[in-house]
């Protein structure tokens, strides 16, 4: 399995920005479809969007046109530049990586095989 540690979470006000990372162990990183999620409290876990091996990427209607996921194969990584932070962004972000070799990207966890531990990003209003 890929293990996976994020990082770049914080504390930040409503409007700013924050970009997270995600590094990677293995050989295959380049070959997964690379995932982020979300958990606020009190709620379920929720897909914010995703990466393929191919660079395609796919987002949740609730962040389209804020946020941009990126990889760097040479380096592993796989980031999530989150720009117009809004106070109900505020949740544990996790990383994941999936076997899929679909251009689309899969939204459903269970497409997902190997997770990070979580990255705390809170939005002050």
């Known amino acids: 399995q890929v293990q996976l540690v994020e990082a770049g979470g914080g504390l930040v006000q409503a409007g700013g920005s924050l970009r997270l990372s995600c590094a990677a162990s293995?050989?295959?990183?380049?070959?997964?479809?690379m995932g982020w999620f979300r958990q606020a409290p009190g709620k379920e876990r929720e897909f914010v969007g995703a990466?393929?091996?191919?660079?395609?990427?796919g987002y949740a209607d609730s962040v389209k046109g804020r946020f941009t996921i990126s990889r760097d194969n040479a380096k592993n990584t796989v980031y999530l530049q989150m720009n117009d932070l809004k106070p109900e962004d505020t949740a544990v972000y996790y990383c994941?990586?999936?076997?899929?070799?679909?251009?689309?990207?899969?939204?459903?966890?269970?497409?997902?095989?190997?997770w990070g531990q979580g990255t705390q990003v809170t939005v002050s209003s």
């Open positions: 994941a990586s999936g076997a899929s070799g679909s251009m689309v990207v899969p939204i459903w966890e269970t497409s997902y095989n190997s």
């Open positions: 293995g050989r295959t990183f380049s070959a997964q479809v």
């Open positions: 990466i393929s091996r191919y660079g395609t990427t």
